[in-house]
């Protein structure tokens, strides 16, 4: 992993704002729909952490951050190379509520945490490449 710059949320808008008074910035497409891309089945949805869950997993879109990483950063790259200025996190369901679910309401904070700081290290990656281009 690069050595990426730990920049404040004023810091980061600061970078951010003289971009969208340059130029239209475009955000990345849907993560639901390039996760179904990969035909991913039950144990992948698992992985080792949660191979004996009690509750049917495929389908939990935000878990992949957890037991298939690698996926969901790929995700990212893609939409970087394809020419997203900002990408979102892999957490749409990751409420109490939709985590509920699955059992899994108390996983909260860790699958947000988990996939902000996927996104930020697929955007540090990019950025580093072109420091002029934040993102």
């Known amino acids: 992993m690069l050595d990426a710059v730990v920049l404040t949320r004023e ?7 003289p971009q969208l008074a340059r130029r239209i910035l475009v955000l990345d497409g849907a ?27 495929k389908g939990h879109n935000d878990l992949l951050t957890l037991t298939q990483p ?20 892999n957490s749409f369901n990751s409420t109490a509520v939709a985590l509920a679910d699955y059992g899994m309401a108390d996983m909260v ?16 990656e990019f950025e580093a490449r072109d420091p002029d281009t934040p993102r």
């Open 70 to 89: 690698q996926i969901i950063r790929a995700i990212h790259a893609a939409y970087l190379e394809a020419g997203a200025d900002i990408i979102e996190t």
């Open 11 to 17: 810091e980061r808008l600061a970078l951010l704002e």
């Open 109 to 124: 904070y860790e699958l947000n945490h988990a996939a902000a700081r996927l996104a930020r290290e697929a955007a540090d």
């Open 31 to 57: 993560m639901g729909t390039m996760i179904q891309t990969y035909g991913l089945a039950e144990g992948d949805y698992r992985g080792d952490r949660f191979a004996d869950w009690p509750r049917d997993l």
